[in-house]
C-alpha cells in the first residue's frame, strides 16, 4: 500500500496562476483532509472531506476550492495563487471521525513569487 | 473559539538529556493525540490517549493525558539525535465534525 500520495512535490507559481494538488489514498478511509504549514503556525486546515461527494470549509479557507468526486482522490485548487500562498501543503485521510489517527502525505511545497 | 496550545515552541538538548513538552486545550478534550514530524518530512502519528489520567509508554516516550482531559504532556528520556523533530499534540474540535486542532509544535534539537 502506498498509503497517502501527494502530486507534485514541488511547485513555483507567478501570482494570479492556477493549479491543483492532487492528493490519492488507498486505504478506504472516509474522511480525507488539506493542510498548509507555515513557519511557526503549526498545520492549519484548509478544507475537509467527510465522504466522496462532500466537502467543508476548515479554519482558512479563502483562496481554495476541494472537490472529491471519488473517494480516494481530493484535489485542492487554486485559481488565482498569491505570494501569501507561498507554503507546504499536507494532504491526510483518517478512517472515520478524529478520533482516529490521520495518516499524512508527503506534502507539496509551493512557492509563489 | 477552540486554542490548543504548546509549550515551549523550540526545546535544544545535549544528547542523553531529558526533554517534555505541554499542550493545553481551552476545552475538554475527548481524545487527545501526538504526532512526530522529522524536518524535511510529514506528521507521523504517534498515539492517543483517551482515558482521564492515562499514562502510555512507547520505548523512551511517555505520555500523559491529564485528569481534567485538558492537557497532555510528551516526555523523552535520555534523547537521542533520533529523536529530532517537531512534535505536535491535536485534539477534536468541538461540533459534529470534530476535526483535529492541532498545536503548533515543540521543536526539539538535539546536540550530540
Known amino acids: 500500500n502506498a498509503g497517502v500520495t501527494q502530486t507534485p512535490k514541488f511547485r513555483v507559481l507567478k501570482t494570479g496562476q492556477s493549479m491543483t494538488l492532487l492528493c490519492a489514498q488507498d486505504m478506504n478511509h472516509e474522511y480525507m483532509y488539506w493542510y498548509r504549514q507555515d513557519p511557526g503556525m503549526g498545520l492549519r486546515l484548509i478544507h475537509y472531506?467527510?465522504?466522496?461527494?462532500?466537502?467543508a470549509k476548515g479554519e482558512v479557507p479563502d483562496g481554495y476550492n476541494v472537490s472529491r468526486l471519488k473517494k480516494q482522490n481530493f484535489l485542492l485548487g487554486l485559481e488565482s495563487a498569491a505570494p501569501s500562498q507561498t507554503s507546504v501543503y499536507f494532504c491526510a485521510s483518517s478512517r472515520t471521525r478524529p478520533g482516529y489517527e490521520q495518516y499524512f502525505g508527503p506534502g507539496t511545497r509551493l512557492t509563489v513569487t | 473559539g477552540q486554542q490548543v496550545m504548546q509549550i515551549p515552541q523550540y526545546q535544544h538538548v545535549q544528547e542523553g538529556e531529558d526533554f517534555t513538552t505541554y499542550c493545553n486545550s481551552s476545552t475538554t478534550l475527548s481524545n487527545i493525540q501526538w504526532y512526530k514530524q522529522r524536518p524535511g518530512g510529514h506528521p507521523v502519528f504517534l498515539i492517543q490517549?483517551?482515558?482521564?489520567?492515562e499514562v502510555k509508554k512507547q520505548k523512551r516516550l511517555t505520555f500523559q493525558f491529564g485528569e481534567a482531559k485538558k492537557n497532555s504532556s510528551l516526555h523523552i528520556t535520555a534523547t537521542q539525535t533520533t529523536d529530532v523533530g517537531t512534535y505536535f499534540c491535536a485534539g477534536p474540535s468541538g461540533g459534529s465534525q470534530g476535526n483535529l486542532i492541532f498545536g503548533k509544535g515543540t521543536k526539539l534539537s538535539v546536540k550530540p
Open positions: 490517549l483517551v482515558k482521564s489520567g
Open positions: 472531506s467527510v465522504g466522496e461527494g462532500t466537502t
